[in-house]
């Protein structure tokens, strides 16, 4: 396998991966001209990328910026004359629950908004309900991450104490 990474670049489940996901999205793109809508898609797609290149990346590097620089200054604060030790970022374990919170709210938005009044029918559910799961969803997520920073940051704080000593 050492010899394939040399060559490659990258293991072999690189690879894989990338040909996979070339697969789904050809399959995609045959599904979309079957139903006649390849303009509409294309639309989409170029105005969700200059919406995502000139909207979202700068304002979520500007949060990432402002998140780092925070965290750094706490950190000053909490050990001025000592090494600090090795932390366990905050910023990571808040990242992930708010990116799949915005991804779902993005894709459930007239279901969480109760906009959708014609696809009720076809889903079965009422339209109340996805508002309250989204929240507790959104909620588990975070609390999940929460869990999983305070464990780890247990665990980084003890083996600094134990370098230490």
């Known amino acids: 396998m050492g010899h394939f990474a040399k060559i490659y670049g990258a293991g072999p489940l690189h690879l894989l991966s990338g040909v996979a996901s070339l697969v789904v999205g050809a399959y995609a793109v045959v599904k979309i001209r079957e139903l006649g809508a390849a303009g509409n898609v294309a639309i989409w797609f170029v105005g969700l990328i200059i919406v995502h290149d000139l909207l979202l990346l700068p304002l979520y590097s500007l ?9 750094r200054v706490d950190a000053v604060r909490a050990l001025p004359n000592a090494p600090p030790p090795p932390r366990v970022l905050l910023t990571n374990h808040l990242r992930i629950p708010v990116f799949v919170s915005a991804l779902l709210f993005l894709l459930f938005f007239p279901s969480i908004l109760q906009r ?31 869990m999983l920073y305070a464990i780890r940051l247990g665990r980084s704080n003890a083996a600094y104490r134990a370098a230490g000593s």
Do not use: P
């Open 63 to 71: 949060v990432q910026a402002i998140a780092v620089r925070l965290a």
């Open 116 to 146: 959708n009044d014609g696809y009720i029918g076809a889903s079965g559910l009422a339209a109340d309900v996805y508002l309250e799961r989204w929240l507790a969803l959104t909620a588990a997520l975070f609390l999940l991450s929460g």
